[in-house]
């Protein structure tokens, strides 16, 4: 069984760009969720996809967006960055039957 | 006020200790709990996750919830420097898709 894994593992941008982070679910895993989690902090729910649809969102700006593919892997979309998205981004996968979500590594953005 | 709250330490226990660790949360709706542990610069690894109130153990691992209390505990026995990580309680209500995360409580096991 494969985890769920994310690429790039870090990055560095400057200030105005845009990103774009990978992830690939859990296999079997139909839904997932994309966090946020600042230095000494603990994560925040950006967004959630199943069924290739946004399927919840946190408080989050419209510059944060994101894409489900049918093979249930997903992109994390940045736009116009700012040096307050310096953190580590976290996928996790799961199933709608299930309450549990598994992370991945996560990718760390470094913006300057 | 957060709607998850977490010591964030660190805490510091000499090999063998019984560690406990808690978080308290404000909104009743929340039914799901669970316990992840952290490595520097890791994803979050599932530990263990409940739904009722009551004690659940798994090895040298118990998750204890009273959702009368709004209070959940994680309690760590024989405790090894190989537990020395951040502990993040998440908490997820029955509807909505999303877990909330305490800010974490960072443990050091000394050997």
Known sequence: ETGVTQSPTHLIKTRGQQVTLRCSSQSGHNTVSWYQQALGQGPQFIFQYYREEENGRGNFPPRFSGLQFPNYSSELNVNALELDDSALYLCASSVPRLETQYFGPGTRLLVL | ?111
């Open chain 2, 1 to 111: 006020q957060k709607e998850v709250e977490q010591d964030p330490g660190p805490l510091s226990v000499p090999e063998g200790a019984i560690v406990s660790l808690n978080c308290t949360y404000s909104n009743s709706a929340f039914q799901y709990f669970m316990w992840y542990r952290q490595y520097s610069r890791k994803g979050p690894e599932l530990l263990m996750y409940t739904y009722s109130s009551g004690n659940k153990e798994d090895g040298r691992f118990t998750a204890q919830v009273d959702k009368s209390s709004k209070y959940i505990s994680l309690f760590i026995r024989d405790s090894q420097p190989s537990d020395s990580a951040t502990y993040l309680c998440a908490i997820k209500g029955y509807a909505g898709n999303m877990l909330t995360f305490g800010g974490g409580t960072r443990l050091m096991v000394k050997p």
